[in-house]
């Protein structure tokens, strides 16, 4: 594509775009973005073009939304032609799409087909110029409800006629909240499903590979952080006095849930990644990512994520309400309805669904929902009525409003991509509790922060089965807690020439670190490298398919951490260590982590060849 004057686009568009276009008699199809939030959206729909010689699409931004940042950047890896607001609204074009009523919609050529970018239209907000106040703020003349942002006639409506020639909306309910709120708009109204929705159930048969993609381990529970954008939202910091849910939640992940038995990941709206910085995020959440917190990319991610999860923490955002449509168990850990239309189905949803309680073990609270999980119909039957047809009609609608046939094959939406794997490295300094539950049976739970046992709980008189430990990765941050670790672990390719090989670097942290008593090196999903001080180093990996079944096994970290208290203990075995170690490379031993239990074989490192 080439630009002319003030960056304006010369192919193929333009004033002299005849002479320079390959195929310059195809409809136009110009698709306007606000943010990267609308984009989301817009983006499900743009393969409903795909294999059509007869279309070009066009793209551009009409630069009225506050989160600008990351927008620029989504519409040059389209790679569709950008092309600046002022020469798109001169421009002839048969059809525009958008996903938000943001910035000047007027256009002059072309019919206009507005899709919402969540689940409807459900919250409340002013609109830039009319000076409405926050729900419930005041009280006293001239006080003015806020608009539902995408049904009032402050957003519908230019000089009393509808802004869009096409509203979609996804069910009858929104329909009818539309005629109450604004009659004038209601024929523009077309029902056609919601295309996002569509993609995660076709996506449904593949859940377990985004649950192995995002490093969840088998027997783990992946709970998954939910948060739209504002102050009251989850990771909002509160209005006026309110309380800060986020920073006290993410303390609980750590001294609440052991690590080989949970996995923990965010999902933060768009406008909270690129309205703070998406550096500022990844700052913010550092120790919680430390802590094996997988931090979803808000684009390309969240769907699969969603679908992989055990349970959401959530609020009023869409996110949240996608998920109990899917049957997810959700627990709002914010839920301002004064934000919300209360005669949408969310507001309805949001008084029935369980709240986070703080003042009750957020563990006890995940696993009681967990247990006694009965989905609300109300998600399911109103985020859409009907699933998968929305490229159908999608479609069906964009075409009539060009006024051209359809393409001759079935309309369809790109399936949802499989991510790129998350190893769930934790790299915090990690306290264990290992209890020798038998000859070569270890119970072994690893904790992020500071865990919720004292000395009473294991013993404080030696006689207890129960012993802790401190594992340390290579890579922490707490470079201090080298020093006094019994284990230190890191995990790698085993051929990644920066290291030697996993025998030289386990004797080179031996030797460094003298307080050390077992160095790993995990070389893989399954499997690591240990030395014991003194010894040769063994390969200790997972003993069969069944221990790995439904996703990777144990993190083999932990294999280690239960290999050091088998060896340092005395309970129930009175043979020296070296004689236990004998015993377990013979038998083998078995890893306990939460209710599963992992069987591992232990042999000699075989000599490089």
Same mark, same amino acid.
């Given at each position: 594509m080439a630009y002319g004057r003030a960056g304006?686009?010369?192919?193929?568009? @333009?004033?002299?775009?005849?002479?320079?276009?390959?195929?310059?008699?195809?409809?136009?199809?110009?698709?306007?973005?606000?943010?990267?939030?609308?984009?989301?959206?817009?983006?499900?729909? =743009?393969?409903?073009?795909?294999?059509?010689?007869?279309?070009?699409?066009?793209?551009?931004?009409?630069?009225?939304?506050?989160?600008?940042? @990351?927008?620029?950047?989504?519409?040059?890896?389209?790679?569709?032609?950008?092309?600046? !607001? %002022?020469?798109?609204? %001169?421009?002839?074009v048969d059809l525009v799409i958008s996903a938000s009523f943001g910035g000047q919609l007027d256009f002059n050529e072309g019919k206009l087909a507005i899709l919402s970018h969540g689940v409807g239209y459900t919250k409340r907000l002013a609109t830039p110029d009319t000076g409405h106040r926050t729900p419930d703020t005041g009280s006293g003349a001239g006080t003015v409800p806020v608009p539902v942002f995408g049904l009032a006639p402050e957003w519908l409506l230019s000089q009393g006629v509808p802004v869009a020639d096409a509203l979609v909306l996804s069910h009858p309910e929104q329909y009818e909240r539309l005629r109450i709120a604004c009659p004038e708009a209601a024929p523009t109204a077309v029902l056609a499903g919601d295309p996002c929705f569509d993609r995660m159930l076709a996506a449904r048969p593949y859940r377990e590979r985004f649950r192995r993609a995002l490093g969840v381990r088998a027997g783990q529970r992946l709970v998954l952080l939910n948060s739209t954008w504002n102050s009251d939202s989850l990771l909002g910091d509160g209005e006026e006095g309110g309380g800060d849910v986020i920073a006290a939640l993410l303390d609980r992940v750590a001294t609440e849930f052991p690590v080989d038995e949970y996995r923990f990941a965010a999902?933060?709206?768009?406008?909270?990644?690129? +309205?703070?910085?998406?550096?500022?995020?990844?700052?913010?959440?550092?120790?919680?990512?430390? +802590?094996?917190?997988? #931090?979803?990319?808000?684009?390309?991610?969240?769907?699969?994520?969603?679908?992989?999860?055990?349970?959401?923490? +959530?609020?009023?955002?869409?996110?949240?309400? !996608?998920?109990?449509?899917?049957?997810?168990p959700v627990l709002l850990g914010a839920a301002p309805l004064d934000a919300l239309d209360?005669?949408?189905?969310?507001?309805?949803?949001?008084?029935?669904?369980?709240? =986070? $309680?703080?003042?009750?073990?957020?563990?006890?609270?995940?696993?009681? =929902?967990?247990?006694?999980?009965?989905?609300?119909?109300?998600?399911?039957?109103?985020? *859409?009525?009907?699933?998968?047809?929305?490229?159908?009609?999608?479609?069906?609608?964009?075409?009539?409003?060009?006024?051209?046939? %359809?393409?001759?094959?079935?309309?369809? #939406?790109?399936?949802?991509?499989?991510?790129?794997?998350e190893t769930g490295t934790v790299t915090v300094p990690l306290r264990v509790l290992s209890q020798v539950l038998g000859p070569g049976e270890i119970a072994v739970s690893r904790w992020a922060g500071q865990p919720p046992w004292t000395s009473a709980d294991i013993g404080g008189d030696g006689d207890s089965d129960g012993e802790t430990h401190v594992a340390v990765?290579?890579?922490?941050?707490?470079? $201090?807690?080298? $020093?006094?670790?019994?284990? &230190?672990?890191?995990?790698?390719?085993?051929?990644?020439?920066?290291?030697?090989?996993?025998?030289?670097?386990?004797?080179?942290?031996?030797?460094?670190?003298?307080?050390?008593?077992?160095?790993?090196?995990?070389?893989?999903?399954?499997?690591?490298?240990?030395?014991?001080?003194?010894?040769?180093?063994?390969?200790?990996?997972?003993?069969?398919?069944?221990? *790995?079944e439904g996703g990777c096994g144990v993190d083999p970290a932990a294999y280690?951490?239960?290999?050091?208290?088998?060896l340092a203990t005395s309970s129930h075995?009175?043979?020296?260590?070296?004689?236990?170690?004998?015993?377990? &490379?013979? $038998?083998?031993?078995?890893?306990?982590?939460?209710a599963r239990l992992h069987h591992v074989r232990i042999e000699p490192l075989a000599p490089p060849r």
């Open positions: 304006r686009v010369r192919v193929p568009v @333009g004033d002299d775009a005849a002479r320079w276009t390959t195929r310059g008699k195809c409809l136009r199809v110009l698709v306007v973005v606000h943010n990267v939030t609308a984009a989301t959206r817009l983006l499900d729909v =743009l393969p409903l073009f795909d294999d059509d010689w007869r279309v070009q699409l066009l793209v551009t931004c009409t630069g009225s939304s506050a989160f600008a940042a @990351g927008t620029a950047e989504l519409l040059a890896d389209t790679g569709v032609p950008v092309v600046p !607001y %002022e020469q798109a609204t %001169e421009t002839e999902v933060l709206h768009p406008n909270v990644w690129h +309205g703070h910085g998406p550096g500022q995020i990844r700052a913010w959440l550092d120790r919680a990512r430390r +802590g094996g917190l997988a #931090l979803i990319d808000p684009l390309k991610g969240w769907r699969q994520a969603l679908l992989a999860a055990d349970a959401v923490i +959530g609020d009023h955002g869409s996110v949240t309400y !996608y998920a109990a449509a899917l049957g997810t209360p005669a949408a189905p969310i507001s309805a949803f949001m008084r029935e669904t369980p709240q =986070l $309680d703080p003042e009750v073990s957020l563990a006890a609270q995940i696993e009681r =929902l967990i247990a006694h999980h009965r989905p609300l119909p109300g998600p399911a039957e109103f985020t *859409t009525s009907v699933p998968g047809e929305s490229a159908e009609r999608l479609r069906r609608l964009f075409y009539s409003m060009m006024g051209a046939p %359809e393409p001759a094959r079935p309309a369809s #939406l790109e399936p949802l991509p499989l991510p790129a794997y990765h290579e890579d922490t941050r707490d470079v $201090d807690q080298l $020093d006094l670790a019994d284990i &230190i672990f890191r995990d790698g390719a085993p051929d990644d020439p920066r290291f030697g090989s996993p025998s030289v670097w386990t004797a080179e942290v031996l030797r460094r670190y003298q307080c050390c008593s077992l160095a790993a090196y995990v070389t893989g999903p399954s499997a690591c490298v240990v030395r014991m001080r003194g010894d040769e180093p063994l390969r200790v990996v997972a003993a069969s398919a069944t221990d *790995t280690a951490s239960a290999l050091y208290a088998w075995d009175a043979a020296a260590p070296d004689k236990r170690l004998a015993r377990a &490379i013979a $038998d083998g031993i078995s890893v306990r982590t939460g």
